[in-house]
């Protein structure tokens, strides 16, 4: 973050209930709780802690979709022009509720990074917990006047309703809290709504 800059902090909080056929819709996130640490080099971490219920269903794991690279609109002396944008995702770790690796896969799909967890040999059951942590860069927005995180935190490409959603970003040392300004968006993709 750019010294002595102010940081603004938008949050997309997203619970959409998608429920697709009658597989998904028996199975759902309770929690979906989600820390942001802020570097003073501009990078975060985030670690998502999922909460899920299978219920009776055997399945093997989750999926887990995140945008990396987005569509955005510059401004080239005084003309809008459309440019592709991409940040940097490396995953750290994805570990159960006893601190457990658990295996996974990731592949490029289109736009999004898209991450296969759990044990294609094993089935699972019942509530399970998650906890998948991964390294971001070149996602900070900088302005002449602040510093911006922007960031979907739950994401939109679940199958599943999510029960209770919640994000935490602790700030870095030498960050005045008062000179921040923040806003968290609830609800489908778009929504203006903050709950």
């Not at 909080?13 to 309770?30: N, T």
């Not at 459309?82 to 896969?105: A, N």
């Not at 994401?155 to 960050?175: F, M």
């Amino acid at each position: 973050m750019t010294p002595g800059a102010g940081l603004r902090v938008a949050c997309l909080l997203l619970a959409a209930a998608l429920g697709l056929g009658d597989d998904a819709s028996a199975i759902e996130i309770g929690r979906f709780d989600v820390s942001i640490l802020l570097g003073q080099d501009s990078t975060f971490v985030v670690t998502e802690t999922i909460e899920v219920d299978f219920g009776d269903l055997r399945k093997h794991g989750i999926f887990r979709t995140i945008p990396v690279d987005y569509q955005r609109t510059e401004t080239l002396a005084g003309v809008p022009v459309g440019t592709r944008y991409s940040i940097r995702l490396k995953l750290v770790d994805i570990k159960d509720g006893e601190e457990k690796p658990i295996p996974f896969t990731t592949s490029k799909e289109g736009p999004n990074l898209f991450i296969r967890i759990g044990d294609p040999n094993r089935t699972v059951t019942g509530r399970l917990t998650y906890a998948i942590t991964y390294r971001v860069q070149r996602a900070i927005n900088r302005f002449e006047t602040h510093d911006e995180l922007y960031w979907n935190v739950t994401g939109t490409e679940w199958d599943w309703p999510i029960q209770v959603a919640s994000v935490r970003v602790p700030l870095p040392p030498g960050v005045v809290a008062e000179r921040l300004t923040h806003k968290t968006f609830t609800g489908r993709w778009g929504s203006r709504t903050t709950n």
